[in-house]
Nanobody, 124 residues
Framework: QVQLVESGGGLVQAGGSLRLSCAAS????????MGWFRQAPGKEREFVAA????????YYADSVKGRFTISRDNAGITVYLQMNSLKPEDTAIYYC?????????????????WGQGTQVTVSS
C-alpha cells in the first residue's frame, strides 16, 4: 500500500526553525508532484508549498514565501519543508501529499495520496 510518512514536527518559539520530512513508500513517487498543506483548528486545509518533478517547478503560498523552502532528495522519494522565521500563525498540522498526474497543485482535491500529518506548534 502506498504510504507517505511525515516527521519533524514539534514545538518551537517564534522566530525559530523546523524541518519537516515526508518519506514515500515507493520509488514511483519520484515522478509525482509533492505538496505540503496545513490545517489549523477550525480552519480548512490550506496549501503551503509544492514541487513538481516533471518540470522542476516550485510553488509557495504567499504567506510562507521567503520563509519556507521545499525540496526533495535525489531519489525523489523524500520531500522536505524547511521552515524558518516561524510565527505563531504557522501553528497547524502539516500534511504531505502526492499527485500522480499533471495538474494544479494548490488544492487538496488535486492530490491522490496523503500522509497522517505532523503537528507544528509555534509559541509566541
Amino acid at each position: 500500500q502506498v504510504q507517505l510518512v511525515e516527521s519533524g514536527g514539534g514545538l518551537v518559539q517564534a522566530g525559530g526553525s523546523l524541518r519537516l520530512s515526508c518519506a514515500a513508500s515507493e520509488r514511483t513517487f519520484s515522478r509525482y508532484a509533492m505538496g505540503w498543506f496545513r490545517q489549523a483548528p477550525g480552519k480548512e486545509r490550506e496549501f503551503v508549498a509544492a514541487i513538481r518533478w516533471s518540470d522542476g517547478r516550485i510553488y509557495y503560498a504567499d504567506s510562507v514565501k521567503g520563509r519556507f523552502t521545499i525540496s526533495r532528495d535525489n531519489a525523489g522519494i523524500t520531500v522536505y519543508l524547511q521552515m524558518n522565521s516561524l510565527k505563531p500563525e504557522d501553528t497547524a498540522i502539516y500534511y504531505c501529499a502526492a499527485q500522480k498526474g499533471y495538474g494544479g497543485v494548490s488544492y487538496p482535491a488535486q492530490y491522490d495520496y496523503w500522509g497522517q500529518g505532523t503537528q507544528v506548534t509555534v509559541s509566541s
